[in-house]
């Protein structure tokens, strides 16, 4: 897309065969679609269409290319007994050279730029921060981000754009709440997950601790605040509507998994209290990701589910 309009006829190839790729799968929920495509197209050729036609613009990169390079890292895993191969790590860490390049990291809401664009960068932006902040904390690398040189304010209602009829903001309000929550991660990673703050913190229960506290605390307070359509138990429809919002609570859930998981790092005496009560923690987390994989249904697990919690995400496909 170059210029606001969301005619496919405007798309790049590469960017409208990633489009196709993950919109294939919903045919059979369309009643048209799934009486006029008798024979659909194969989602590897799609996917592999994407790939190959997006290479060449790394020379001359353009918006539709990050877009693309985040579509292809949505893709589910081709083979269910691995969840992911390092090359999804390649794509978003290619994802975030060119989103730099291009200035994504920069707002641009004073550029002289037209308002779509504005806000197509916006998006984009914490796009490419999310899911890049959750790749890097499930599966235990090194974020390229560095917060401090990515200077685009919080997402709002504002920044999406809803086709004529049409009324998303179910969805675009998870993708902001989204963004919110990974602000959390990106310090979740950076105070307990990086060398220097493993190496410090990996012998002390009592510091480990301290600094988990308050990001425990965010946490609390982000879920406490969500609006009550994106809890898991609202429906986004009725009937047999696909319902997507499960994802946004099982990023809630992971990242407190993470948070154990740095919280049990230290060797500690057990039966002490400390000890106690991180265990008792542990076991209300796990009852709580039980308990939510029970409540899903058909409308649940059928709908699109964003790929930022990784490989727990292919566990539960699974």
Known sequence: MSNGEYDPDCFPTWLLAAVYGHALPFCIFDDQLCVEVYTPPSTDSLFRIAWSATHPNYHTPSLSVVQTLLLLVQRRPT????????????MVTDAVSIAQSLGLNLDPTDWPLPLWEQRLRRRLAWAVFTQEKWIALNTGRSSH????????????????????GCDDRAYSEHFIQLSVLTETVDDILRNLFSIKATRKLCTSLDATLEVAKPLRVRLSQWYQELPPDLLPTARAGKGHDLNGQGGLHLAYITAKIQLFRAMFRPMSEPGTQATNALRTGAIAVGRELFEFLESLDANHMEAFWPSCKSTIDHEISD
């Open 79 to 90: 083979n269910k007994h691995v969840a992911d191969t390092p090359v999804k790590w390649t």
């Open 145 to 164: 981000i560095i917060s401090d040189d990515w200077d685009v304010s919080e997402l709002t209602q504002d920044d999406f754009e809803f086709a004529e």
